[in-house]
C-alpha cells in the first residue's frame, strides 16, 4: 500500500541513509514538515556491519536504518519509500517528483543521495564487493588485521591506499595491473614492505564463497585473503539536472560529487547536500554529523524567511491576508499540516 503523501512539506529529504535520517531527526525535533524519500539502496548494504560509529560499533547497516527511521517517525517526521526522478524549481519553492508520478512540494531540499561506486571491470570483483573486496582501511582494516591483503592499481589513490592498509598487516601486496607506480611511489611501497607484482589481473579466485587470491593475466595465482581496491565515486544526483546542479570533478581525482559550503549549502538557493554525495570519503558518522549540520543551516534560513515576512506583515498590519498570516507564523500551523 503506497502511503499517502501531504501536498506540501517544509523539507523534502531525499535520500534515507545516515545523512538523510540525521537531518529529517534534526528537522522534525525542530518542528518542521519534513519528508524522507528513500530509494532502498544503500551504499554499504553488502557490509556485514558498520564499524567505527561510536556506541554502534558494528550494528547490521538495516538495523542502524531501520531505528533511524522509527527516531524519525517519533517525531512527526514522514518516511516513504520512492525514487525521485526529478526536482524543479516551483515558484519560491521545489516541485519533487517520484518516478511511480507522485509529486510534492517543498520550501527546502536536503539531498543526501550517496553515491555509486565504479569498480574496474574484473571478473569477480564485483560480486565480491563490500566482503572481501575492499576499500576503506577504517571500515575493514581492522578485520583483515594480519592477513594476506591486496591493494589493485584502480585509482590515483591506490598507492596511499596500500600504505594506509600497511598499518593493519605486514603481508600487502600491490597489484600494479594497468597502473604501475611511479619511481618515487615504488619506493615508498618498497621502503614499507609492500611488495609489487606487476602485469595485469585476469580475474580473482573464489573457492567455496570465499576470496582466495588473485589470478593473472599469465596465469599465475597470488593467494590474497582480502583485495583492496579504489572504486571512483559517482555523486547520485541525475534528478538535479533541472535545477542546473551538476555533479563536478572531485579535487582529488576519485570521482564526482556535488560541491558545497561547510553547512552543506549548493550554489542553488534552497538546496542543501550533506553525505557521500558531497563528501566522498565520508564514513557513516560523518555522514549522520553532516546531515544535522545541514539541517540546522536549512531550520535558520527557514526562520530567518519568516522573520522577514512577519516583520512586513508587522509593519502593514492592514495589507490583505497579513492578520492570517500573522496567526499562521505564531501559532505554527503551517508546520505540521493543521
Do not use: K
Not at 507522485?102 to 527546502?108: D, M
Not at 538535479?240 to 552543506?264: F, I, Q, Y
Not at 519568516?306 to 498590519?317: I, N
Request: with cysteine.
Amino acid at each position: 500500500m503506497t502511503e499517502q503523501l501531504r501536498e506540501s512539506y517544509d523539507v523534502v529529504v531525499i535520500g534515507g541513509g545516515a545523512a538523510g535520517l540525521s537531518g529529517a531527526l534534526t528537522l522534525a525535533r525542530a518542528r518542521r514538515s519534513v519528508l524522507v524519500i528513500d530509494a532502498g539502496a544503500p551504499r554499504n548494504a553488502p557490509a556485514d556491519g558498520v564499524q567505527g560509529l561510536l556506541a554502534r560499533d558494528g550494528i547490521r547497516p538495516a538495523e542502524l536504518l531501520e531505528r533511524g527511521r522509527t527516531e524519525v517517525r517519533g517525531y512527526g517526521g514522514q518516511v516513504v519509500s520512492g525514487e525521485v526522478g526529478a526536482a524543479t524549481r516551483e515558484d519560491d519553492g521545489f516541485a519533487v517528483v517520484l518516478t511511480d508520478g507522485r509529486s510534492v512540494r517543498a520550501r527546502r531540499l536536503l539531498v543526501t543521495t550517496g553515491l555509486v561506486d565504479e569498480v574496474p571491470d574484473v571478473p569477480g570483483l564485483r560480486a565480491r564487493w563490500g566482503r572481501d573486496v575492499i576499500h576503506c582501511p577504517y571500515c575493514h582494516g581492522w578485520e583483515v588485521r594480519d592477513r594476506a591483503i591486496g591493494v589493485l592499481a584502480s585509482g590515483p589513490m591506490a598507492v596511499h591506499q596500500a600504505l594506509l592498509f600497511r598499518q593493519w598487516s605486514a603481508d600487502v601486496t600491490f597489484f600494479s595491473h594497468t597502473a604501475a607506480p611511479s619511481g618515487e611511489e615504488a619506493e615508498r611501497l618498497a621502503a614499507r614492505g609492500v611488495r609489487v607484482v606487476p602485469g595485469e589481473v585476469a580475474s580473482l579466485e573464489i573457492v567455496e564463497d570465499r576470496l582466495v587470491g588473485v589470478r593473472l593475466g599469465d596465469g599465475r595465482l597470488v593467494r590474497r585473503d582480502a583485495l583492496a581496491v579504489s572504486s571512483r565515486m559517482v555523486a547520485r544526483a541525475g534528478f538535479l539536472a533541472a535545477l542546473g546542479l551538476r555533479p563536478a570533478e572531485h579535487p582529488s581525482g576519485a570521482g564526482e560529487h556535488v560541491p558545497a559550503d561547510a553547512t552543506g549549502r549548493t550554489e542553488v538557493p534552497g538546496v542543501w547536500v550533506a553525505g557521500n554525495v558531497t563528501d566522498l570519503a565520508a564514513q557513516v558518522g560523518a555522514a549522520a554529523a553532516a546531515g544535522t549540520v545541514a539541517a540546522a543551516a536549512i531550520n535558520a534560513d527557514l526562520v530567518a524567511e519568516e522573520t522577514r515576512q512577519s516583520v512586513a506583515a508587522f509593519r502593514d498590519p492592514f495589507s490583505a491576508g497579513s492578520e492570517a498570516r500573522i496567526s499562521e507564523l505564531v501559532t505554527g500551523d503551517r508546520r505540521h499540516g493543521m
